[in-house]
């Protein structure tokens, strides 16, 4: 299912982009993120949902394509039994978004956006019998801008798919989590 949705994805953003008004400008924005990371499936067995702080850095290259720069840091925490159970969870990933949509309004414009990425996430267990682990982390996102000049209100949903590796054994699991994400985005000009 979810190779599906990355193919769905990349096919919209192929037919979107020749589409879309180019120009070679480049744009850098600075992003401030917010939000909450949801445990999904068998990771709500492992983790609790926690409030996510990070920061997006992303470079228009035309209006219908960024290349976006994440990092964000979760205050976790752990289910397991009979150990401290904070756990930072660290996320670095690289990825691009597309807005194959033509913008929507004109003083404020609406500008839905659909993204994918692949990075890395490192669990920090606070419990000094537990190790850190880092796994490969992918993600699909949707959401939306809503911009006026150089300042754009943003609300984004990653889909997660990730190595999640076991801080007692090693052993290595695929799991899934949701982030939602809300903030500012400052373009550049």
């Known amino acids: 299912m979810r190779s599906f949705t990355f193919s769905a994805i990349a096919l919209l953003a192929a037919a979107a982009l020749p589409a879309q008004q180019s120009r070679t400008t480049l744009r850098p924005e600075f992003r401030p993120i917010a939000g909450v990371l949801i445990p999904t499936g068998d990771l709500k067995n492992v983790f609790e949902s926690a409030e996510t702080f990070g920061g997006q850095l992303a470079l228009e290259v035309t209006p219908a394509f960024h290349v976006v720069g994440t990092v964000a840091w979760t205050h976790g925490h752990n289910k397991f039994i009979g150990v401290e159970n904070r756990t930072n969870v660290w996320q670095s990933d690289a ?3 597309l807005n194959p949509f033509p913008q929507i309004g004109s003083s404020w414009e609406l500008r839905p956006f659909l993204g994918v990425g692949l990075g890395a996430r490192t669990n920090d267990y606070k419990a000094p019998t537990l190790r850190t682990t880092t796994c490969l982390a992918g993600y699909g996102a949707v959401g939306t801008e809503l911009q ?8 984004e949903g990653r889909d997660y798919l990730t190595c999640q590796e076991s801080p007692f054994n090693g052993v290595k699991r695929t799991r899934n989590d949701i982030r939602l994400n809300f903030g500012v ?3 550049l000009r």
């Open 95 to 97: 990825g691009v978004e």
């Open 148 to 155: 006026r000049g150089v300042i754009a209100f943003r609300v």
């Open 185 to 187: 985005a400052l373009h």
